[in-house]
């Protein structure tokens, strides 16, 4: 079965760079979330999209946008990096049934590995 | 707000032992949705079983099973005749469930517990 492809796997960036993140949803997938997690933590929720608009924000920086195209795969862009930036970016998807609840759990990608150096 | 947590930070176990991870969440809302995912050393989140808050049955697959009681807020998770493969950080997660407005379904997330099981 399709899952939630995510890439790049890896990235190595210099602080002050920018990142872009992709992710491609299980087809049919309707909503698209971003988790950030930190070395040792536990993942944190940062946004989520729903059918191309932005459903919840949680703890995204400013200096963190994402979206949501019509193909329904789903972009983060990650500006100004710092070295706290460095963690495992995830990205999940569900879709919601005709009552408007999401009767799928969330599958999660394998992750982006970002380092900042 | 949602609260997720995991008591037990790390486990060792040596292989064939069961092992219960536990979980004890806070939620405002009457119905929501409780999972457990695995993380093996290679980092991906693996799904094991979500849990809707008015199925209070406990479910077992295979080694794994689940028991949900809402008195106790809690959603314990054993392990029968653990393997070496069963080494992994064990997340259990908390979500909102029904359409609330822009309906959201963020997961909160408990801190994990790492299981290591030994030969």
């Known amino acids: 079965a399709a899952g939630v492809i995510q890439s790049p796997r890896h990235l190595i960036k210099e602080k002050r760079e920018t990142a872009t993140l992709k992710c491609y949803p299980i087809?049919?997938?309707?909503?698209v979330y971003w988790y950030q997690q930190g070395p040792g933590q536990d993942p944190q929720f940062l946004i989520s999209?729903?059918?191309?608009?932005?459903?919840d924000k949680g703890s995204i920086p400013d200096r963190f946008s994402a979206q949501q195209f019509s193909d329904y795969h789903s972009e983060l862009n990650m500006s100004s990096l710092e070295l706290g930036d460095s963690a495992l970016y995830f990205c999940?998807?569900?879709?919601?049934?005709?009552?408007?609840?999401?009767?799928?759990?969330?599958?999660f990608g394998d992750g982006t590995r970002l380092s900042i150096l | 707000a949602q609260k997720v947590t995991q008591a037990q930070t790390e486990i060792s176990v040596v292989e064939k032992e069961d092992v219960t991870l536990d979980c004890v969440y806070e939620t405002r809302d009457t119905t929501y949705y409780l999972f457990w995912y695995k993380q093996p050393p290679s980092g991906e989140l693996v799904f094991l079983i979500r849990?809707?808050?008015?199925?209070?049955q406990n479910e077992i697959s295979g080694r794994y099973s689940w028991n949900f009681q809402k008195s106790t807020s809690s959603f314990n998770f054993t392990i029968t005749a653990s393997q070496v493969v069963d080494s992994a950080v064990y997340f259990c997660?908390?979500?909102?469930?029904?359409?609330?407005?822009?309906?959201?379904?963020?997961?909160?997330f408990g801190k994990g517990t790492l299981l290591t099981v030994n030969p």
């Open positions: 999209f729903y059918e191309k608009m932005q459903s």
């Open positions: 997660a908390l979500s909102q469930y029904g359409n609330s407005g822009g309906s959201n379904y963020k997961l909160t």
């Open positions: 849990r809707n808050s008015f199925d209070e």
């Open positions: 999940a998807s569900s879709r919601r049934d005709k009552t408007g609840d999401s009767n799928q759990p969330q599958h």
């Open positions: 087809p049919r997938h309707d909503t």
